[in-house]
């Protein structure tokens, strides 16, 4: 079974930044995307970054330019740099890892990211 913790999360004003980690139990490089998803309060999970086992990177239009995601095969973390924070990125934000084949999704516990105005 694979299992994803997440770390970093917290509350910082408007403006700030925050990097969050995520570290799996088994390498990166044996999932096709990984990446991280976000969830407010009423909201749907919707996707914030995610990168490609090719490097093939996506990052939600609300989050392009401010954010970055990133991956490290070594330490099998998911990285997710987030700079110029802003309220509206209030929201539980998950890790993901998927394999296509055979089919699976793997989700972390969430963390909770605050930014107060």
């Known amino acids: 079974q694979v299992q994803l913790v997440e770390s970093g999360g917290g509350l910082v004003q408007a403006g700030g930044s925050l990097r969050l980690s995520c570290v799996a139990s088994e390498a990166i490089f044996r999932f096709n995307i990984v990446g991280w998803y976000r969830q407010a309060p009423g909201k749907q999970r919707e996707l914030v970054a995610t990168?490609?086992?090719?490097?093939?990177?996506d990052y939600a239009d609300s989050v392009k330019g401010r954010f970055t995601i990133s991956t490290d095969n070594v330490k099998s973390t998911v990285d997710l740099q987030m700079n110029n924070l802003k309220p509206e990125d209030t929201a539980v934000y998950y890790c993901n890892v998927r394999r296509v084949f055979p089919a699976k999704d793997y989700w972390g516990q969430g963390t909770q990211v605050t930014v107060s105005s």
């Open positions: 990168r490609t086992y090719v490097g093939n990177i």
